[in-house]
């Protein structure tokens, strides 16, 4: 059978205008920015690829139930309608809601972490590392070899290290208060953890009495792939294999600014009735009562009805290929990427791209301040400016330098793509006469947040 072109499979109710502007316009705001596109108003950006976390847009079902959220202090039924929601996908038994997903991992390592512990993971998200490493813990990252190397094409780059773990637990055990895995993997724009290795990880952390706790955020993404990739899965619904995930676990943190389509909210799950409720008088110290956790009544339904709007497989289905077809249409203009490409960005080698921008001049800036100008496209530099500053203060190169395009859910269309592919066509052509930067100013620490750069 013929394959059709694969629709946005929902029509546009309410639309946000994009200011448009000139390329003239962009250079004089980038400058003014400080070449920083963080210092950038989002209303001079055109395509705003800067992350995918809190940025999707809503339902008209979600907008309708934000009417339905009852503000009561205790007991509100948008807690329970909430709770229904997330135990019908993810099977644990006490649900607390936290205002983002770093809230749910600050409360959970308030309790498992402390000095001489570690925690491994297959790659720990920045916020989940930092709140590992504020408790005076380590966080140890267990990928499989496949998921450091870009050219790649295994299904699975996101796979936990079977072996590794079983070594790291036998090692260290006494000492690891949990393992954890990212699902999917944010580490190289969201690649995915197989059932079978979720499986593998789950009876590792059992053999050695240790907890198991996924870190969801895009969950319904990586159950999508499973369906896609994994042998024996493709005929099962995408509600199913999330139910199968998260049944090997014994918790989970999540932001449900990723795949529950809300713009603020999270939740900390867990089996186990003590840490439960040694979380819940932590939440209370910090994000509020139990039942509203630091999140309105409205903010809970929009996350009940997002969690019934995002295992739909049409919706899936458009969400991957979107990152698929931004990636084959920049591998047909020569521009290296991460491949596979993963469910919510599509990584650039900005390094590969422009060989003749040292490192340590931030060819990943240099990369991101020319699409802005070039398209009025918003990206994030991943490299040198984020990763090369060292606590001393010297420099040295990032392993990578990456620019991330991070695709915020059902808000642009593919014709948005398909400019995205013309404005990378256009950078590609001039790519030679793009220059680096130096950094005039920058904080001690998170420097890529505020630093001043200069073009060379
Ligand atoms: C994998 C992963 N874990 C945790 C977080 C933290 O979530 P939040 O931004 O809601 O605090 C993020 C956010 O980007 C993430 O991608």
Not at 123 to 144: Q, S
Not at 255 to 280: M, P, T, V, Y
Not at 321 to 327: A, C, D, K, M, V
Not at 333 to 352: E, Q, Y
Request: glycine residues 10%.
């Amino acid at each position: 059978m013929k394959r059709r072109v694969i629709i946005e499979p929902f029509r546009i109710k309410a639309v946000e205008p994009i200011r448009m502007t000139t390329r003239e316009e962009r250079v004089g705001l980038i400058g003014a920015a400080d070449y920083n596109l963080f210092a950038l108003k989002s209303d001079d950006v055109l395509i705003d690829l800067l992350t995918d976390s809190g940025t999707s847009a809503m339902s008209a079902a979600q907008q309708a139930a934000l009417l339905s959220g009852d503000e009561s202090y205790a007991g509100s039924p948008s807690f329970f309608r909430f709770e229904a929601a997330v135990k019908h996908l993810m099977p644990f038994k006490h649900v607390l809601p936290t205002h983002q997903g770093r809230a749910a991992e600050a409360i959970l390592f308030s309790l498992l972490g402390g000095a001489g512990r570690m925690v491994p993971s297959n790659t720990h998200f920045d916020t989940t590392r930092g709140n590992i490493e504020a408790t005076g813990a380590e966080a140890h990252d267990l990928v499989i070899a496949e998921g450091t190397d870009p050219q790649s094409l295994h299904p699975f780059k996101g796979n936990m290290d079977l072996e590794r773990l079983e070594r790291f637990l036998e090692t260290h055990g006494a000492r690891v208060p949990c393992v954890m895995l990212t699902v999917t993997n944010n580490a190289g724009g969201g690649q995915p953890v197989s059932l079978a290795n979720i499986r593998g990880v789950s009876e590792l952390a059992r053999r050695f009495g240790r907890p198991f706790i996924i870190d969801g955020c895009r969950f319904a993404e990586n159950a999508f792939f499973i369906k896609e990739r994994e042998a024996g899965q493709g005929d099962r619904a995408v509600s199913n294999i999330v139910r199968d995930m998260f049944s090997c676990a014994d918790g989970m943190t999540m932001s449900a600014k990723k795949d529950a389509f809300a713009n603020i909210g999270g939740w900390l799950a867990l089996n186990d009735d003590e840490l439960a409720q040694a979380a819940r008088s932590r939440l209370i110290l910090t994000e509020g009562f139990p039942t509203y956790g630091g999140l309105a009544g409205r903010d809970l339904e929009a996350i009940a009805q997002g969690l019934k709007e995002i295992v739909d497989e049409d919706y899936l289905r458009y969400r991957l290929r979107t990152s698929e077809y931004i990636g084959e249409g920049l591998l047909s203009l020569g521009v290296p990427i991460i491949r596979p490409t993963g469910g919510h960005a599509v990584f650039v080698d900005a390094r590969g791209l422009l060989p003749h921008i040292p490192p340590l001049q931030y060819p990943g800036q240099a990369l991101a301040v020319a699409l802005y100008v070039e398209g009025g496209i918003r990206s994030c530099e991943i490299g040198t400016v984020m990763f090369g500053r060292r606590p001393d203060g010297t420099e040295s190169p990032a392993p990578m330098d990456l620019v991330r395009l991070a695709i915020p859910r059902r808000v642009y269309t593919q014709s948005h793509a398909d400019y995205l592919i013309e404005v990378f066509a256009d950078v590609v052509a001039g790519k030679q006469a793009l220059r680096g930067f130096v950094i005039d100013w920058q904080p001690s620490a998170m420097r890529h947040f505020t630093a001043k750069f200069r073009p060379l």
